[in-house]
């Protein structure tokens, strides 16, 4: 346990209409009403504005799963900075895994998008992991790092303050499989390792660092324990208030 306050959010990618979406905001919204960590969901593009209406004012933030590299202009089915500010996004979540493995973003693309959302005000949480075969092969931390070194390449020690982290195993993402509470605990305090050799050791010891994968009711308390885990990225179990609200009050 560390004095970093606890933030715990809830990626529910391409789930839900939006009348799915705001149905589950509004029960988020009384029912975290009273929790005591920082709060954050991230609906489809489709839902931000639906969902924006029904956490505006809460303790609830609310995030976008991605954004464009450039600001606007000739880019088919992509969102720009410009499009989220105005549907009053506060956070977007860069190079998850499913955009890096499934959709190939490359570390410079997503260090482009981090320094657009971060030139317009947005806070950042930036996703991190290695895939089951450079685990197997002893790469888990060097995959990291290199993820964290390109991810950040240029954004100033002021703006990193609006930079939260997810380690997110590849291989525990929906999968069910999580990594103990130990072995995830020891890359985060790697990755804090890394952010101190970057930023310094100040800044090392405010970042927030969230784990990502299979993070349940069942195992939530058990990973916010350790000493550099400092809140979740959840997925399946954010679909549902019944799972998210134990994982958002945990302890
Ligand atoms: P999961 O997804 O909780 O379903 O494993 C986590 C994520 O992809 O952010």
Redesign the pocket.
């Known amino acids: 346990m560390s004095t970093r306050p606890y933030y715990i959010a809830g990626?529910w990618k391409m789930h839900k209409t939006r009348a799915e979406a705001a149905e589950l905001a509004k029960t988020l919204a009384v029912q975290l009403k009273d929790g005591k960590h920082k709060y954050l969901v991230a609906p489809s593009f489709s839902s931000l504005e639906t969902v924006g209406a029904i956490v505006k004012g809460t303790n609830i933030l609310l995030g976008a799963q991605d954004v464009a590299a450039e600001e606007q202009g000739p880019h088919t089915g992509e969102v720009s900075v410009l499009q989220l500010k105005d549907l009053g996004v506060h956070t977007v979540i860069l190079g998850?895994s499913e955009r890096r493995h499934v959709y190939k973003e490359d570390d410079a693309l997503i260090n482009k998008k981090v320094k657009l959302a971060l030139k317009h005000g947005f806070e950042v949480i930036l996703c991190v992991g290695e895939t089951i075969e450079e685990r197997e092969a002893g790469q888990a931390e060097v995959v990291c790092e290199s993820q964290i070194i390109w991810g950040l390449s240029g954004v100033s020690p002021g703006d990193l303050a609006k930079v939260t982290i997810a380690y997110?195993p590849v291989w525990?993402?929906?999968t069910g499989k999580t990594a103990t509470p130990e072995d995830a605990d020891a890359i985060h305090g790697y990755i804090r390792r890394v952010i101190g050799r970057l930023y310094g050791n100040d800044t090392a010891q405010k970042i927030i660092i969230q784990y990502?994968?299979?993070?349940k009711p069942e195992n939530a308390a058990q990973l916010m324990a350790k000493e550099n885990i400092d809140g979740a990225?959840?997925?399946?179990?954010a679909l549902k208030a019944d799972t998210f609200v134990p994982i958002a009050k945990f302890g």
């Open positions: 990626n998850h997110e525990a993402i929906g990502g994968g299979s993070v990225l959840v997925g399946g179990a």
